[in-house]
């Protein structure tokens, strides 16, 4: 066993639909809360890594696809579109120097405010 927990529901031996995994005994550690499909993450969930990163929002076949809110450690926010994982289309990010950028990210890059 790799000491992860889970307690929520489950389909045919795989999390699905409402539920909370964590990586490890502890609250110290990576840990999701949300909904599962056949065991990824999918739909409405919260995410929280070991080193105080935070994401809300929707996630697609395991992956942060949709609308989310990612808060790093560092105090940057992101507040956009997420695609395969990645800050892609429409997004706002607030740098912990209070600098912006609003506008299209593209693969987790800035491209510009749109024209």
């Known amino acids: 066993m790799n000491g992860a927990i ?13 539920g909370k995994w964590r990586k490890g005994p502890t609250t110290n550690c990576n840990q999701y809360e949300g909904e599962f ?7 409405k969930g919260t995410f929280i890594w070991e080193s105080g990163n935070v994401y809300k929002g929707a996630y697609e076949n395991d ?17 956009g579109n997420w695609v395969n994982g990645m800050q892609h289309g429409q ?12 506008g299209i ?5 800035y491209i510009g405010s749109p024209r």
């Open 63 to 79: 992956l942060r696809n949709g609308y989310g809110e990612m808060t790093w450690s560092d105090g940057s926010i992101y507040k």
């Open 105 to 109: 990210f593209r693969k987790n890059k």
């Open 37 to 43: 499909l056949k065991d990824l993450k999918h739909g």
């Open 91 to 102: 997004g706002r990010l607030e740098l912990p120097n209070r600098n912006i950028k609003e």
């Open 6 to 18: 889970y307690l929520g529901n489950f389909l045919n031996g795989l999390k699905h639909g409402s």
